[in-house]
């Protein structure tokens, strides 16, 4: 797939404006590590990552590439890259540096623990220059916090003094601030980012390095803040004038950054990037992979139609493989994602990526579990069955930490492969869901309660009752899609959603009435004729709220039969349900009826039909015990099919015609319908399924003395003597019931 890129003009450099805006926030707490350019500074972190790339719906990261204040032993002191300032304050940058800012730069720069550079801040504050305050607050930040109060007040004189200098400050020093910001998580002065923004739209644009443009996008995109219109602008354009300079961790840094940030670069800095990527494919390492990648199937969430070459894409998959025994287990979780969101083919990269992420399996946090589940369930490919015992074991051990988004999109992945879960990974999930859901969105809810339906098995009552007092809290929030597959799902599961819920759904509907889209119309009246029995005032509030929508069906080309089949059946319903009448005065539903109806019709009558084998052995019983018995009988007037038509008649089950205008709902005495249920007409419980519980009640409204077999009450019966007695006694309750 391919990104289209944003047009944009270039602003100027000159104006002054804030440099941040509020961001989307990304989910999760990010995690950080800074690469050091000096052993001299405090007790830091000697474990420095590259930064770690998120799930395709949340953003975590690890920075790195902090580019350090360059510091070289000179006469009196430590050279402070950016120039100096005179002694007290002051820019001082045509002098240069003072002896004393060198001195005390150089001291800043030596002290052997965060106690030391403490005393060194809250002692000489008052004398600092552009350089030492910002070199002071930038080592501060990356310490590793073990004084309180100490740390605090130091901080606090850092920032007075960054802010008073910022006007002297060069490109690199607010680029590395930022960064330093970006990687401590520490909340700043609130005019310390405004400050540090204005700054760098006052210097000129070639004032910014590589790294300077790659460290400030990165920084922006941890903070989860948006740079402002104006310095967007020119970092955006620098990138595409510096693009061959990148290196390839300046290259990963920014798409990252660009994909955290769900902001698409201009036209010509896409291209450029893209053409750097090509160029030095074969230099980057797993961890740079893996963030291009994830971030060019984040930004093509945004723009389908177009975007990387294949050419680009070909080059780092191929990199990708060549290196495969590098990647971690993160890397290779978020590469199968990426490759899964780019549509790209299942092919050797895959295939080694599912090897290695197997063999880390110990590795992967739930957030990776989850992203392979999805990947794997998006591509269509099943996981080995050696990577989904592993992720299988993985998941039950971590299943306590596990976010809404990871228990939603395990549960979907399952259902949309086709498996089910275990029951102890199962059971697992389904407590975390209780204990998190009010992280539940609208997806969540719907894709869960979608993956359940798919599995014909209803969730616990705790969860299922949570589900919908969420689902309840955020309807406003619902699409058109969430709103179809949640009604779908409970209707599957029989499980009526409650009069507040239902109304909450409907009020939703009507709002996003333009949205639906056909098949998610035809699914919601399908869900009706579940809903209008026990809720057939808000049943028809919803449909009437969707008539518009159930209008434009009629221009409709082409619908899948499946589709078709619900529609027939909600047609019947509109006919025979008291609650669904006030519908078929509809002028839509009637234009349907008359422009679809037979089609409708057509395809449900098409849908193929095998006696089954206890379905002959009770047609049989019943022949023994002198009853008619019409097997697979077609009613003339629904079109719906009987397993079996039973009756002392021996007229029954011919094709006579019963009106439904004068008949419907009248008892045909001596005339019973026989069903024979196997498994698929019943939930994991043994309770009837939403499509079972339809067709009952359209039978029953249709006049016949229905009679259901549940297939492990017919396994359990010994002989005909057994079935006799059995049989006699469903079709007496049947006829007084």
């Known amino acids: 797939m391919m990104l289209v890129a944003a047009q944009s003009s270039r602003p100027g450099t000159t104006a002054h404006v804030a440099a941040f805006a509020p961001a989307s926030p990304c989910r999760g707490s990010p995690r950080f590590a800074i690469r050091h350019h000096s052993q001299r500074a405090c007790t830091f972190d000697q474990n420095p990552q590259r930064p770690v790339i998120g799930s395709p719906l949340s953003s975590t990261s690890l920075g790195h590439g902090v580019q350090g204040t360059t510091c070289r032993a000179t006469r009196g002191g430590l050279q402070g890259g950016g120039g100096g300032s005179g002694r007290g304050g002051g820019s001082g940058r045509p002098g240069g540096p003072t002896d004393r800012n060198r001195e005390i730069n150089a001291r800043i720069m030596a002290a052997p623990d965060e106690a030391a550079l403490c005393a060194i801040v809250e002692e000489h504050h008052p004398e600092f220059n552009h350089v030492n305050a910002f070199t002071a607050y930038r080592r501060l930040l990356r310490c590793r916090h073990d004084r309180g109060r100490e740390r605090t007040q130091a901080l606090a004189a850092a920032e007075a003094q960054v802010v008073r200098h910022v006007g002297a400050a060069g490109a690199r020093e607010c680029a590395n601030v930022l960064h330093a910001l970006a990687a ?98 074969g230099e980057l390492n797993a961890q ?107 998941a039950e051990a971590t299943a306590q930490t596990f976010k809404a988004q990871d228990v939603a999109n395990s549960v979907w992945s399952y259902a949309t492969l086709g498996l089910e879960p275990p029951e102890p990974l199962l059971n697992a999930l389904e407590v975390k869901a209780v204990e998190i859901m009010n992280g539940f969105n609208a997806q969540n809810i719907a894709n869960t309660l979608w993956a359940f339906a798919a599995w014909e098995r209803r969730p616990g009552a705790q969860l299922l009752r949570a589900l919908c007092a969420r689902a309840e809290d955020v309807a406003h929030t619902f699409s058109a899609q969430n709103i179809a597959n949640t009604l779908r799902g409970l209707t599957i599961m029989a499980s009526p959603p409650g009069d507040r819920l239902l109304g909450a759904l409907a009020r939703r509907a009507a709002e996003v009435e333009s949205e639906f889209k056909p098949y998610e119309l035809v699914s919601v009246l399908w869900s009706s004729c579940f809903l209008c029995i026990d809720a057939p005032g808000l049943t028809c509030r919803l449909v009437s709220g969707l008539e518009e929508a159930v209008g434009r069906l009629c221009d409709v080309g082409e619908m899948d039969a499946a589709s078709l089949s619900q529609l027939h059946m909600y047609l019947l319903a509109c006919q025979l349900e008291e609650g669904l009448a006030a519908c078929m005065q509809s002028s839509s539903v009637l234009a349907v009826r008359e422009k679809m109806g037979s089609t409708a019709r057509a395809a449900f009558a098409g849908q193929g039909t095998r006696p089954s084998h206890t379905q002959h052995q009770v047609s049989l019983a019943l022949r023994s015990m002198h009853f008619c018995v019409h097997d697979e009988f077609r009613c003339p007037q629904s079109g719906l099919t009987l397993d079996l038509v039973v009756s002392l008649d021996p007229r029954a089950g011919e094709d006579t015609e019963l009106s439904l205008d004068s008949r419907a709902g009248e008892r045909m005495p001596g005339r019973w319908a026989v069903e024979v249920d196997g498994p698929r007409h019943f939930l994991a419980c043994r309770s009837p399924t939403g499509a079972t519980v339809i067709k009952r009640r359209l039978v029953r409204l249709l006049g016949f003395s229905l009679v259901s077999i549940p297939f492990w009450e017919w396994d359990s019966l010994q002989g005909l003597g057994q079935q006799a007695e059995y049989l006699s006694a469903q079709l007496q309750q049947a006829s007084t019931s």
């Open 288 to 394: 740079e992979v893996a963030n291009i990648l994830h971030a060019t199937a984040k930004l093509t969430r945004l723009a389908p139609a177009s975007g990387l070459r294949e050419a680009t894409l070909v080059a780092l998959e191929q990199r990708g493989l060549e290196i495969v025994a590098s990647f971690k287990a993160q890397e290779a979780a978020n590469v199968l994602w990426a490759i899964a969101t780019l549509e790209r083919p299942a092919g050797g990269l895959w295939d080694a990526l599912e090897a290695r992420a197997e063999a880390m399996a110990r590795h992967l946090n739930p957030q990776n579990v989850a992203n392979i589940l999805w990947a794997s369930a998006t591509s269509g490919k099943r996981p080995s069955a050696g990577l989904l015992s592993a992720l299988e074991v993985r």
């Open 184 to 281: 401590s998580k520490h909340a700043p002065r609130q005019d310390i980012p405004p400050a540090i923004g204005a700054r760098m739209l006052s210097l000129p644009a070639h004032a910014f390095n590589p790294q300077d443009v790659a460290n400030t996008l990165w920084a922006h995109a941890t903070m989860q803040r948006t740079p402002g219109a104006a310095l967007w602008g020119v970092l955006d354009a620098r990138a595409e004038q510096l693009a061959p300079l990148f290196t390839p961790q300046n290259l990963a840094n920014t798409f990252w950054a660009y994909g955290t940030l769900a902001r698409l670069p201009a036209a010509q800095t896409l291209r450029a990037l893209e053409r750097a990527a090509e160029a030095r494919a």
